[in-house]
């Protein structure tokens, strides 16, 4: 024959395919996980560039910015509100919206400064607006967006290591 009437079928097979496939499971039940690690390593480094930032800006006592205020002079910060600005400075948990994670980095709570307006003490994130763009009694120090722009490669290469490091672990 010349080979025309003979027909060869071939067969291939693909062991490591299956194995391949469960370790992609394993990838895909650890997103949570993994995504997790890495936002929260990311966010962890703009928060204590942030917090540098913050200890960073001179303050006054607390009188000194009574009698600014009541002045109504610019207004220093005072000790009290930059202490509550470093203790209110925190990250929100993880959540997922439509396969997105994220983390809010913000203030939380009110400082120590108890006054008549503010009778459970001026709001952090009050304090912390009024610092990053000024208002009409404070002028304007801005601490958390050099920050960011400062450690955002920092975080992007630490997550990207997370995110490779746990990958590999599952994957190999």
């Known amino acids: 024959m010349n080979g025309f009437g003979r027909f060869y079928m071939a067969i291939m097979r693909f062991k490591a395919l299956k194995e391949y496939e469960l370790r992609l499971s394993k990838l895909s039940k650890k997103t949570r996980e993994i995504a997790g690690k890495a936002i929260y390593?990311?966010?962890?480094?703009?928060t204590d560039a942030i917090r540098k930032n913050i200890e960073a800006i001179p303050s006054q006592d607390d009188k000194a910015g009574l009698i600014a205020y009541n002045k109504k002079t610019t207004a220093p910060l005072t000790d009290t509100a930059k202490k509550g600005l470093l203790d209110g400075l925190g990250i929100t948990p993880l959540e997922?919206?439509?396969?997105i994670y994220n983390v809010k980095i913000g203030f939380d709570g009110y400082n120590d400064l108890k006054t008549k307006k503010y009778p459970k003490g001026q709001p952090n994130?009050?304090?912390a607006r009024s610092l990053e763009s000024g208002s009409s009694i404070a002028e304007k120090r801005p601490f958390v967006r050099p920050a960011i722009n400062k450690s955002r490669k920092k975080a992007e290469q630490a997550m990207a290591d997370i995110i490779d490091r746990e990958t590999k672990k599952i994957i190999d």
């Open 125 to 127: 994130v009050m304090i």
């Open 41 to 46: 390593a990311g966010a962890g480094i703009i």
């Open 96 to 99: 997922e919206d439509n396969g």
